[in-house]
Nanobody
Framework: QVQLVESGGGLVQAGGSLRLSCAAS????????MGWFRQAPGKEREFVST????????YYADSVKGRFTISRDNAKNMVYLQMNNLKPEDTAVYYC?????????????????WGQGTQVTVSS
């Protein structure tokens, strides 16, 4: 099972940028589809972006399309989320997650492993 640790969250003004990183342990990272999800206070955890095992296929929630970019480096066991033009509604705890097989956009499909989360706060 892969262990995940997120970093890179923080406080930023609207219109600013952040880059989240997720470090994975283990030698089988490339066999996992990876995803970023978020949970705002009082709301359910939601899909943000996912990427296939080889990095070819990438999926985005409509709310972040054109502003966020997911990428991965299988040689370094890392997955990233570049977030540009941040909005106050992007404020949430962001989680990295892994699943075997193909990438999907369904939160519950990512049952293999979850990180502890990193807080992103966007001020207006």
């Amino acid at each position: 099972q892969v262990q995940l640790v997120e970093s890179g969250g923080g406080l930023v003004q609207a219109g600013g940028s952040l880059r989240l990183s997720c470090a994975a342990s283990g030698r089988t990272f490339s066999t996992y589809a990876m995803g970023w999800f978020r949970q705002a206070p009082g709301k359910e955890r939601e899909f943000v972006s996912t990427i296939s095992r080889g990095g070819v296929n990438r999926y985005y929630a409509d709310s972040v399309k054109g502003r966020f970019t997911i990428s991965r480096d299988n040689a370094k066991n890392m997955v990233y989320l570049q977030m540009n033009n941040l909005k106050p509604e992007d404020t949430a705890v962001y989680y990295c997650a892994a699943k075997k097989g193909a990438a999907t956009v369904v939160v519950d499909d990512f049952s293999e492993s979850w990180g502890q989360g990193t807080q992103v706060t966007v001020s207006s």
